[in-house]
């Protein structure tokens, strides 16, 4: 029996679990176990939408894999021990593997300033989105500080703008928001930001986050009820903890055909996996990361043939940005993610966002049936990955 365990039932993992067990379903010696905080799946795409009080469908992961043969467990992994190709579980399971698939994510870099930890709020899970939605509900009135100026901190201020009309919204961060965007897309979604009452403060670095304000290099500060960290992310220390060879993120460092450099019988993917294609280390999105759970299950189905897996090659298509329900920006990019003069915006971007963000759960469905579909699924990217 092949015992194929797949850590992380996101985006990455369930292209993964879904593409695997299409391609494995003739083969009565394929095992597939897929492990999970939760039974539901978190939209991590829409995780702003939850932190603003908006609710989600109740997308349920036994539901879908309900007759793949797949098995599902719901549990944290507390520890991998990749030489005895050992899992633990909630400290209290032990599931033995031949092939694993690490497709456990990444968190919002908690650790680059103090004080992040114990005063501002994240949004690495749909629990965090909520207990944020809460307090948010509850604020009267006030101050709440989006920190980060990236795409992600972007969604997330205009989405709080435009559903909390009476509170006054803060983005400060490093870089102008749309920063990678052309100039006209970057005025737009300036313009949005604008409409929906959202102050920008840019070209500045956090410092420390305090209990009521952000404090800044150079000694100013912004006063803040409410502090939202969404700068920087890094992968949890649990790959590091297993020996695997991990990059100064935490993110596994993989071959071309997406095994650790130092254990290839795991593979990584999606935003735990450090991936390198020759315009340089892909960044985690979920545009990328589905498209390296395919590929993983492809590699392994090859494996399980006696074939030998294939490079994978990826080239960004865009950058889909919400600014709250009824706008948002859509940046059409090269294969390096430099952006094309091409981008969408207003009712057109509207629908193309909601389009993308909808793309997930109905894709899971295609690749177990359709599983050789998915290969074709994505751009290659040319001669910028050739
Ligand atoms: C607000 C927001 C907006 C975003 N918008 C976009 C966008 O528009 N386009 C885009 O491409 N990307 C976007 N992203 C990024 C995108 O969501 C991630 O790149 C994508 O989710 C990565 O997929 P993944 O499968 O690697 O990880 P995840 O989707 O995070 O899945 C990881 C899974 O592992 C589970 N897990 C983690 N640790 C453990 C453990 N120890 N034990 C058990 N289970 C565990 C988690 O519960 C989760 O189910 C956005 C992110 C955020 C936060």
Redesign the pocket.
Known sequence: MNRIVI?????????AATSLAGRTRRRSDVRITV????ER?????????T?SGQRLADLRIPDLLAGTGVEFVR????GVDAAARRVR?DDERVLEYDRLVY??????DTAAVPGVDENAYT????HD?DLLARRLAGLGGGTVVVCGSG??GV??AAEIAERHPGLDVVLVGRQEPGATMTPGARAHLRRALARLGVRVVSGVEVVKVLPESVELAGGDSVPADVVLW?SG?RV?P?AAAAGLAVDERGRIVTDPTLRSVSHPQVYA?????AVRQRYGVM????????P??VHAALSIARELDGRQPRPFRFGYLH????LGRRDAVIQFTHPDDSPKRLYLTGRAAVWY?ET??SSGWPSFRRLQRYPAVGSFAWRRGGRYTR
Request: glycine letters at 14%; charged letters at 10%.
């Open positions: 850590l992380g039932a996101g985006y990455a993992g369930l292209a492990v999970n905080a939760d799946f978190t939209e991590r795409l829409r995780l702003h939408q932190a549990g944290w992994v507390t579980i497709a456990l994510g990444a968190v919002a949004l690495d899970s749909a989105a795409l992600t969604e997330c969404t992310v949890p649990l993917i999606g935003d735990a996996a960044h985690g999105t979920c545009q990328s990361g589905m390296t759970g950058a889909p940005v919400s966002k993308v963000s």
